[in-house]
């Protein structure tokens, strides 16, 4: 069965370092991958994008990389703030689907 | 931008009672539509989604039902609730297609007695 794994672990980073969250799958081949924020309490918010044609997708702080040899995504925060503390969450999805599966996300700390 | 409604914020239920849960989506029409559960600590549970009005998929077998009487409304219900329903449940949309953003809800933090 298709199958999504990221660090359970929390990650805690110093401010101003740059976290690196992970994303692995099995047993499919997305052709598209989504990243998303979720605050305690909250509702998840999209954050980016990317296609398996695109290896690598930037916004501001934000970078997301797509490797479907390694059947993997990274994610990374570049000078990280600790507004940035939440748990992330990515989405890799198949061509023809309407379904999102996500992963059960990473919990990353920002200490000032 | 779409605006997604939840109601109530937070309920608390005994075991045995039915549960109605009302999303309404403000910002486009012909939305995909999603409800999702998520058990303290852990991730998104698919539960159903839909891309038109009648139209219901179901992902995981269970005691609950949804329903899409409007274009932009999506309800979760069940008959009788277990200890095992509680959650926070989110609702979610995307615009028609595949492949879109998703749009979530504030959430519904619902604790079955």
């Known amino acids: 069965s298709q199958k999504i794994e990221q660090n359970s672990e929390a990650l805690n980073i110093q401010e101003g370092k740059t976290a690196t969250l992970t994303c692995n799958y099995t047993?499919?081949?997305?052709?598209?991958l989504q990243w998303y924020r979720q605050d305690p309490g909250r509702g998840p918010v999209f954050l980016l994008l990317i296609r398996e044609n695109e290896k690598e997708k930037r916004k501001e702080r934000l970078k997301v990389t797509f490797d479907t040899t390694l059947k993997q995504s990274l994610f990374h925060i570049t000078a990280s703030q600790p507004a940035d503390s939440a748990t992330y969450l990515c989405?890799?999805?198949?061509?023809?689907?309407?379904?999102?599966?996500f992963g059960t996300g990473t919990r990353l700390k920002v200490l000032a | 931008s779409q605006t997604i409604h939840q109601w109530p914020a937070t309920l608390v239920q005994p075991v045995g009672s039915p549960l109605s849960l009302e999303c309404t989506v403000e910002?486009?029409?012909?939305?995909?539509l999603y409800w999702y559960r998520q058990a303290a600590g852990r991730g998104l549970q698919l539960l159903f989604y839909?891309?038109?009005?009648?139209?219901i998929s179901s992902e995981v077998p269970q005691n609950l039902s949804a329903s899409r009487p409007q274009d932009r409304q999506f309800i979760l219900s069940s008959k009788k609730l277990l200890l095992s329903d509680s959650g926070f449940y989110l609702c979610?949309?995307?615009?028609?297609?595949?492949?879109?953003?998703?749009?979530f809800g504030p959430g519904t933090r619902l604790t079955v007695l």
């Open positions: 979610a949309a995307s615009l028609a297609g595949r492949y879109n953003e998703q749009f």
């Open positions: 910002g486009t029409s012909n939305p995909n």
């Open positions: 839909s891309v038109g009005i009648g139209q």
């Open positions: 047993n499919y081949s997305p052709a598209y």
């Open positions: 989405a890799p999805f198949t061509s023809g689907t309407y379904k999102y599966i």
